[in-house]
Nanobody, 123 residues
Framework: VQLQASGGGLVQAGGSLRLSCIGS????????KVWFRQLPGKEREFVAA????????HYADSVKGRFTISRDNAENTVWLQMNSLKPEDTAVYYC?????????????????WGLGTLVTVSS
C-alpha cells in the first residue's frame, strides 16, 4: 500500500496549484483520504479530508473557500485544488489514508502516508 503525492511547486500569491495523490492497492481506493501540511519544526496541520465515497468533505478553517478536495476511486486518486494561495500556505503537503469513516483532523488517525510535495507561495 503506497501513496504518492505530486504537483507542488513555486507559485505567486493569488495563484493556484493542483496537488495529486495516487494510491496503490485496490482496498486503499475506498479509504478516507486527507491532506496535511507541515513546516520544519512545526506540527503536521490538517488541511482537508474526503470520505471514501466522496460525498463528505471537511476543511480546515484556514483553507475553506479556497481549497477543494476531490477524488476518483476508479483512478485511485485524490486531488487538492488550491486557489487564491497565500504565503502562509507554504509547506510540505502530505496525503494520507485511513480505514475509518470519520473525517478526522488528527494525523494519528491515519494509517498510510505518502511522501510530501513542497508548495512554496511567494509574496
Amino acid at each position: 500500500v503506497q501513496l504518492q503525492a505530486s504537483g507542488g511547486g513555486l507559485v505567486q500569491a493569488g495563484g493556484s496549484l493542483r496537488l495529486s495523490c495516487i494510491g496503490s492497492g485496490r482496498t486503499l481506493s475506498m479509504y478516507t483520504k486527507v491532506w496535511f501540511r507541515q513546516l520544519p519544526g512545526k506540527e503536521r496541520e490538517f488541511v482537508a479530508a474526503i470520505s471514501g465515497h466522496g460525498r463528505s468533505t471537511h476543511y480546515a478553517d484556514s483553507v475553506k473557500g479556497r481549497f477543494t478536495i476531490s477524488r476518483d476511486n476508479a483512478e485511485n486518486t485524490v486531488w487538492l485544488q488550491m486557489n487564491s494561495l497565500k504565503p502562509e500556505d507554504t509547506a510540505v503537503y502530505y496525503c494520507a489514508a485511513s480505514r475509518e469513516f470519520s473525517l478526522s483532523s488528527s494525523p494519528y488517525d491515519y494509517d498510510y502516508w505518502g511522501l510530501g510535495t513542497l508548495v512554496t507561495v511567494s509574496s
